[in-house]
């Protein structure tokens, strides 16, 4: 009996599937540049799950709403942990000349 419980916990185990971290994630992080240090920025993720691999697109501002940009946005969900990289700035006010 101990064997048929402990391969059914095992089983269980292998068939979990990962956790979904797909939806919206809001925060919030500070700039290192000496000229902006004191201003907060907003930040949000919209994220898409397929397997482990991730997609979706950032929003980021200025508190002040001087500034803002959507980026194109691609990452890994690892065990604990997810890498995500803005791959293309999709749209920036005030635009980069």
């Not at 809001?26 to 000496?34: A, D, E, H, L």
Request: net charge negative; aromatic share 14%; charged share 15%.
């Amino acid at each position: 009996m101990k064997w048929v419980l402990s391969i059914v916990l095992l089983l269980n185990a292998v068939a979990s599937p990962a956790q979904n971290i797909a939806g919206l994630w809001r925060g919030r992080f500070t700039s290192s540049n000496i000229l902006q240090q004191d201003l907060p920025y907003k930040f949000e993720l919209l994220l898409f799950q397929n397997g482990d691999s991730i997609s979706g697109y950032s929003y980021s501002t200025i508190s002040t709403g001087d500034f803002y940009a959507v980026c194109e946005v691609k990452g890994m969900l690892f065990e604990g942990y997810m890498v995500v990289t803005e791959k293309k700035t999709l749209y920036q006010n005030p635009a980069e000349p």
